[in-house]
Each structure stands twice: as structure tokens, then as C-alpha cells.
């Protein structure tokens, strides 16, 4: 009984036949745009490995922000590139922080923007870790010659919640609508809600990074921010790729300590675990298109290999697809121009 009784090319002539049965849209409200805020003004520097992506001083994301949003898109999440790092992040949770600053010039000169701040303390640490490092003596002091090697330093989990929570709070009070932490260290979701209520910040959602991996697509990213860890890697913190079990007990403890949203990221390679976790559960869910993903395309575009334009919509509208509701994407507004 099928051919030629059923014909699937018979809804595929035309692009408007193709329109009223498309399953799947992308709207640019569903997108989210990552800004790189650094000290200065009039500053826009090109991030080498991700061409069309800058460092902005304050006064230039402000001009970003109201750009796209002006474009329909309605989320911005900051990343700040701090004036000094150290052992403690404070440029992560001093009230005059980069992202700080730039969420109250965002937030008193754009109308109606959401501003979600990233929570980690990587771009504030001299040593380039989610978190506190422990380190043994010895290592600690042949430092600079040496880097110390993985049984030698350690990543300290519950010490790290407590500059976390106050990152949060530091946020909040900045004017951050929804905060959204990459650390990955356990249990940062419940201390990072307990801090926020306990500073009158009940209403204030938590977008949880819920299943991060562990991932080279990242690599673009560290520039950007100058986040690379200075020794080891990241491994003891951000999940294993091959890991799709453990994302969901990622996703689970994290909605039980408190999170209102999830993210699976990176996005295109593990359209498995954000087809998995729609599945599973029935939080708002987020994907983020990572740097390493966005420069593959740029470059392969550059050459003239692909079509940039289509793939950039092909790869949104399959995150889409797969299940995501929001993507993070340094396509944001490129995208959105095209849906326009
Ligand atoms: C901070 C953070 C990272 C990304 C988002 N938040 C880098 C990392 O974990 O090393 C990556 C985003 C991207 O690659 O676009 N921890």
C-alpha cells in the first residue's frame, strides 16, 4: 500500500507547502547572545579564533546590546574579562566586577533586556581553574619553573561554593536577572539558591549548566576570555564526553538543589543528551552552541567550503530539533537578522 499511493516528495514542492509542515522554528527569542565585556571604552577587538566575535568595553556592549534587541533577540549572557586575577576571584564578586559594571549600564540603558550572568570564577583566578586550588607545598613554590601535575593540586569542591554563592549575590545585586553557573563544582546550584534567598533574591532563576562536559570545543572560548587553566585541565570538574547516564544525574541533582532551567553543553556534538534530558524532564531547556563549534563554521565558510548562512541555520534549527527551547550561540545576531 505504499508508493504510489504515498508520495512523502508530494509536501516537499514548494516552499510553502514546506512551511505549513515544518515541525521545528527557530525564533530569535529563543536565542541567547554571549558578550565579552573588558575594561576601557571604545574598545571592540576581534577575538582572533572567533572572527565576528569581540572583547567589548562597557560603553560598546551597551551599543551591542541594544543592537540585537532591537532585532527581537532578548538575552545577553556576560563574560568579563577582569583588570587583575588572583587566588580568591575577586574580580568575580567585587561589587565594582567587570560584569557588574556592565550590568548596570546594560540594565539602565536598554529597555527590556534579560541579562543572565555566567557564574564561574575561571576568568578571575590567576591560575585559570573553576575553582579554589589546593596545591602541596612543594608544587605551590616551583609553580612558575614546573606546573604542578594532577596528583599534586587538587580543585577544592566545598571552599569554591562559598565564592560561588557570593559571585551570585554580587550579580543579583547588580541587576543579573537570571544567574547561570559553569563551574560544575557539586552541590553549587543549592548554595548558590540558599545565598540568593538569604539576600532577598527568592525571584531571581537559576539556569543551571547542568551537564557540562568536558570538551576541546572550548578552546576558542579561552581566548576570548583568557580563561585556559595554566596547568592540568579540567577533567576533575566538567563531565566526560562519553558519559550520557552520568549527565542525567547531573540534570536531576541540579533540579533538586533548586535550578529552574537546565543546559546541556556543548551543543551539536551531544544532541543525544539534550534529546535525552527533553525526554527525561520538564524544565525549560537550554543549549549552548560553544565557541569551538561557532569558529568551525566560520572557518570552513572562510574558505568558501560551506554555505554560511545555511549552516548556520541548519545547525540552530537541529539543536532546536533535538529539544533544546533556548540556545546560547554566538550567532544570536546573525541569526536573528536572517529571521527578521
Ligand atoms: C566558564 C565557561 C566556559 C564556557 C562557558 N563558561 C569555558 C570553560 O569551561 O572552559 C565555554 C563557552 C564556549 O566555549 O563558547 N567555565
Known amino acids: 500500500m505504499a508508493f504510489p499511493t504515498h508520495r512523502l516528495r508530494r509536501l516537499r514542492r514548494t516552499e510553502t507547502l514546506r512551511s505549513l509542515v515544518r515541525e521545528t522554528r527557530l525564533t530569535p527569542e529563543s536565542l541567547v547572545y554571549p558578550l565579552f565585556v573588558c575594561p576601557g571604552s571604545g574598545i571592540r577587538k576581534e577575538v582572533r579564533s572567533m572572527p565576528g566575535v569581540f572583547n567589548l568595553s562597557i560603553d560598546e556592549a551597551v551599543k551591542e546590546v541594544r543592537a540585537t534587541r532591537a532585532l527581537g533577540v532578548l538575552s545577553v549572557i556576560l563574560f568579563g574579562l577582569p583588570d587583575k586575577k588572583d587566588e580568591v576571584a575577586t574580580g568575580a564578586w567585587t561589587a565594582d566586577g567587570i560584569v557588574q559594571k556592565a550590568t548596570r549600564a546594560i540594565k539602565s540603558e536598554v529597555r527590556d533586556v534579560l541579562v543572565m550572568g555566567d557564574v564561574c570564577l575561571c576568568e578571575y583566578m590567576s591560575h585559570g581553574h573553576c575553582g579554589i586550588v589546593k596545591a602541596a607545598p612543594q608544587s ?146 537550554a543549549a549552548y552552541q560553544v565557541s569551538g563549534e561557532y569558529a568551525m563554521i566560520e572557518a570552513a565558510a572562510r574558505n568558501q567550503w560551506i554555505d554560511r548562512d545555511r549552516v548556520m541555520m541548519e545547525s540552530l534549527l537541529c539543536i532546536r530539533r533535538a529539544g533544546a527551547s533556548m540556545i546560547l550561540t554566538y550567532y544570536a545576531k546573525e541569526a536573528a537578522k536572517l529571521l527578521a
Do not use: H
Open 140 to 285: 605551590l613554590g616551583a609553580a612558575a619553573a614546573a606546573p604542578p601535575v594532577t596528583d599534586e593540586y587538587e580543585i577544592v569542591n566545598d571552599p569554591s561554593l562559598e565564592l560561588l554563592a557570593r559571585t551570585s549575590v554580587s550579580l543579583a545585586q547588580s541587576g543579573v536577572d537570571i544567574i547561570a553557573p559553569s563551574d560544575m563544582m557539586d552541590g553549587r546550584v543549592g548554595a548558590i539558591r540558599q545565598a540568593l534567598d538569604a539576600s532577598g533574591f527568592e525571584n531571581t532563576p537559576i539556569l543551571s549548566y547542568a551537564a557540562k562536559f568536558s570538551s576541546g570545543f572550548y578552546g576558542p572560548f579561552r581566548e576570548a576570555a583568557d580563561s585556559a587553566p595554566q596547568f592540568g585541565d579540567r577533567r576533575s570538574y566538567q563531565m566526560d564526553p562519553g558519559n550520557i547516564r552520568e549527565a542525567m544525574r547531573e540534570i536531576e541533582l541540579d533540579i533538586e538543589e533548586g535550578a529552574d532551567m537546565i543546559m546541556v553543553k556543548p551543543a551539536m556534538p551531544y544532541l543525544d543528551v539534550i534529546a535525552a534530558a527533553r525526554e527525561r524532564f520538564d524544565l525549560p531547556l
